[in-house]
């Protein structure tokens, strides 16, 4: 990420921030396997109650599309965290 120069010798260099989007894509592996794990565990749940198992490809082949708004939400997250460290 490049600055800007500032004329002003007080004034620090702009950075442009990170968007959301690329947050996301960055944090999509991540959020996917948090995916999976998390539907694994709750198949396992859900077998104690009396319905079937989820098995682990299963579990990954569903956190594919539901990796994507969990991706959406860590980005959010993350922009805010680093909005709250700028400000």
């Known amino acids: 990420m490049s600055g800007t120069k500032s004329p002003s010798r007080k004034e620090p260099a702009t ?12 944090l999509y592996p991540a959020s996917a396997l948090t995916v ?8 396992l749940i859900a077998n104690s109650a009396g319905f079937g198992v989820i098995e682990p490809v299963t579990a990954i ?12 939400f860590a980005g959010r997250w993350v922009r805010s965290l680093m ?4 400000g």
């Open 36 to 43: 999976a794990i998390n539907l694994f565990l709750a198949g």
């Open 15 to 26: 950075e442009g921030k990170w968007p959301v989007w690329k947050l996301a894509i960055l």
């Open 61 to 72: 082949l569903w956190s594919i599309p539901l990796g994507v708004p969990a991706c959406w």
């Open 83 to 86: 909005d709250e460290a700028d």
